[in-house]
């Protein structure tokens, strides 16, 4: 009876504290999942990288910091003139609705039976003391920017619209250098979740500032030039691309995650709108997939 008597009295007790216990676990869980990604464990070296990258490529970009505007450039005794400003005028003509940009043409240019002869260009712009644009594709008597418009479709554009400024190469060039940076070392992080589990983190983290000192990011933003722009564009789609590629799927040989799939080849697709080039990092997609 003593006996009966005690397990009844205790069955309360072990049930709360049953209860208790689960409630505990329940919001360690739950409070477990608030903490952003960004700042758990497997992510916060990588993170610390990021930021310290970010703070070197808006230092290099504070440290030259050049002015986008137009200079002579002598070339097989010749002269033209180099229009640093290429994608803010590309973005102008964007807003205004067209594709060709509004910039003076020499008469001469477009009388030429062949406007892509350089020497006879330099020659005719020495003459005439009228200059033609250099690095600028002309057709039917129209300059029109060939570096692809995707930079200045989502950082020109939509800066001069709500600034009524133009967004400086250089500032460009660092934004997308840093968005760079995060694509480079979230594909670095992936692989190793994906594919290198037993590698320590501070080898991945060590490979990371490897890969990222070797993109040619810091020579990108220390030259500053439009050419820089589609460049910097791609390696900030690129990398993302192929890491959600390689996400969309748990295992090797289990089915891919359509929607990974389709936003990582969206984003290696719209290298084609930077440089075109880039499309050939489709090749690891063939290997992932």
Not at 65 to 87: C, E, I, K, N, S
Not at 228 to 247: D, K, N, V
Request: proline share 6%; charged share 15%.
């Amino acid at each position: 009876m003593h006996s009966t008597a005690t397990d009844r009295t205790s069955a309360p007790t072990f049930a709360s504290g049953t209860a208790a216990t689960t409630t505990i676990k329940r919001a360690k869980s739950h409070t477990r999942h608030r903490i952003p990604r960004i700042l758990r464990p497997d992510w916060l070296p990588f993170a610390i990288l990021w930021a310290l990258a970010s703070v070197i490529i808006v230092l290099l970009t504070i440290s030259t910091h050049p002015v986008d505007t137009t200079y002579q450039l002598h070339y097989a005794d010749g002269t033209f003139l180099v229009d640093r400003a290429q994608y803010q005028r590309l973005a102008d003509a964007f807003l205004h609705g067209r594709t060709w940009l509004d910039v003076h043409v020499p008469d001469w240019l477009a009388a030429m039976d062949n406007p892509y002869d350089a020497q006879v260009r330099g020659a005719e712009g020495t003459a005439s003391g009228d200059p033609s644009l250099w690095d600028w594709a002309f057709y039917y008597g129209r300059y029109y920017c060939y570096f692809g418009p995707l930079p200045a479709i989502v950082l020109f554009a939509p800066y001069k619209a709500l600034t009524g400024m133009d967004l400086s190469t250089a500032a460009a060039c660092a934004i997308l250098a840093i968005a760079a940076c995060a694509s480079l070392i979230f594909l670095v992080q992936t692989l190793w979740k994906r594919f290198w589990k037993g590698t320590p983190r501070w080898f991945v983290v060590l490979a990371c500032t490897a890969i990222i000192a070797a993109s040619g990011l810091s020579y990108l933003v220390l030259v500053p030039w439009f050419y820089s722009i589609p460049i910097l564009a791609s390696l900030a789609l690129a990398p993302t691309g192929i890491a959600l590629w390689a996400r969309s799927a748990d295992d090797i040989g289990s089915v891919p995650r359509t929607g990974m799939v389709a936003a990582g080849s969206l984003l290696v697709a719209l290298t084609m709108m930077c440089r075109p080039t880039f499309i050939l990092t489709a090749v690891f997609g063939l290997i992932l997939l």
